[in-house]
């Protein structure tokens, strides 16, 4: 029997052919090939904003390999011109979003530079983006919040509607405890049944009827074909994914972190506490476990790219690793989704999105 295609989605009355969401991942994971291909392919690409201007390969102005702490031109350049590149690679299809994230130092003049750039979407999570509407202004880009609460959309929702002239979100994205990177939960409220994906979604499709008509992509943990057909069917509009898009031969990371997703096991997938305050999932490497006896080599604070860090209270600095692994440097920061055990296979992101929208060949 063919399995049935997943049905096309609007954002903003731009059509997603294939309701498939390529998440935003930092620090420089996704960068403008992969969102320009997912767009192209008919889906919504996104750009990740912080630290792009230590690692993208577009030729941005001289300085760019190090942000300057609390002064940062070359991130919002690299990032205005890799949106640019993103939208034109995208010809047209798909959504050009870029996700930036609420807790980041420079919030606003990112958001700036990537609707410079021609961004259709901005994405906006770790943290609850109440002043987003005020940011863009006039510009026609869809506005998505991340959520992972029917409360948190409440509160963005009336905010919105008192304070924004009755702005609400175009999207949201509802991200469960199974994602990659960091989480929106306590780490001892992961497993709680309330807070797993499939419980969570209906709850939040319901909160967002009361507000509006916009569809909720759903996040974490999804894998298949089979996955965004079931979390379609209780009542997403589209599925994000992130950690398979990250062994796509569009994705700009070095080599070795797609080498290592394919040679992960189940049981190296472990969360840690970040220094952000957030629980994070991470690949269990060498660096992991020195971590977590305890053993921290110290580092000095480059960017200060959290509003909140406070470089002297933290054990390392997150995006340094972060950064390291982007590189390839067995000594980084490797975020995985908790299916990261199941990458087989590195394919291009036309084949990818091809299989999550019609099933996998022979499946
Ligand atoms: C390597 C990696 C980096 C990520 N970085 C970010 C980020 O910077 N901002 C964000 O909102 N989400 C981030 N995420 C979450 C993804 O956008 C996505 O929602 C999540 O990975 C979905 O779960 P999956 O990996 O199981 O598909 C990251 C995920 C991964 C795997």
């Known amino acids: 029997m ?89 010809g047209g299809r798909g959504v ?50 991340i959520v992972s609460s ?9 905010h919105w509607k008192e304070f924004h002239h009755g702005r609400q979100p175009d999207a949201v994205v509802v991200e469960g405890p199974l994602a990659g990177g960091h989480l929106g939960f306590r780490r001892e409220d992961l497993e709680r049944p309330e807070n797993q994906l499939e419980e969570l979604l209906p709850r939040i499709v319901e909160e967002g009827r009361k507000w509006g008509e916009f569809p909720v992509i759903a996040a974490g943990g999804v894998w298949d074909h089979a996955d965004a057909t079931r979390l379609l069917s209780l009542g997403a509009g589209a599925v994000q994914l992130g950690t398979r898009f990250v062994i796509t031969d569009e994705c700009d990371v070095a080599p070795f972190y797609k080498e290592l997703l394919l040679r992960t ?7 840690v506490d970040s220094p952000v305050g957030m629980p994070a999932r991470v690949i269990r490497t060498a660096l992991i476990e020195r971590f977590e006896n305890g053993d ?36 980084g920061f490797f975020f995985v989704g908790a299916n990261g055990y199941r990458c087989r296979e590195i ?17």
């Open 296 to 331: 921290y080599p110290g580092f000095k604070c480059h960017y200060q790219c959290l509003e909140t860090c406070v470089a002297e209270k933290v054990h390392y600095c997150i995006a340094d690793h972060l950064i390291d692994a982007a590189r390839g440097d067995a000594n």
């Open 265 to 271: 096991q189940r049981q190296q997938i472990t969360i």
């Open 347 to 363: 394919l291009p992101v036309s084949q990818l999105m091809q299989r999550l929208s019609a099933g996998e060949p022979g499946v």
């Open 2 to 90: 063919m399995n049935a295609m997943l049905p096309p989605l609007s954002i903003r009355g731009r059509l997603l052919e294939i309701p498939v969401v390529q998440g935003g991942m930092g620090v420089g994971i996704s960068r403008y090939r992969l969102a320009g291909s997912v767009a192209a392919a008919g889906g919504m690409g996104t750009l990740a904003a912080q630290g792009l201007g230590n690692v993208s390969t577009l030729p941005v102005p001289e300085g760019t390999v190090r942000l300057r702490k609390r002064d940062d031109p070359h991130g919002w350049d690299a990032l205005e011109q890799e949106t640019r590149a993103a939208v034109e690679l995208a």
């Open 150 to 158: 029917p409360r948190a959309l409440k509160l963005l929702c009336r």
């Open 96 to 145: 050009v979003a870029v996700n930036v994230m609420v807790a980041i130092s420079h919030y606003a003049r990112l958001v700036q530079a990537a609707v410079a750039g021609g961004a259709q979407a901005i994405v906006s999570g770790a943290g609850v983006p109440l002043d987003l509407p005020g940011i863009v202004g006039d510009a026609d880009v869809a506005l998505v919040p």
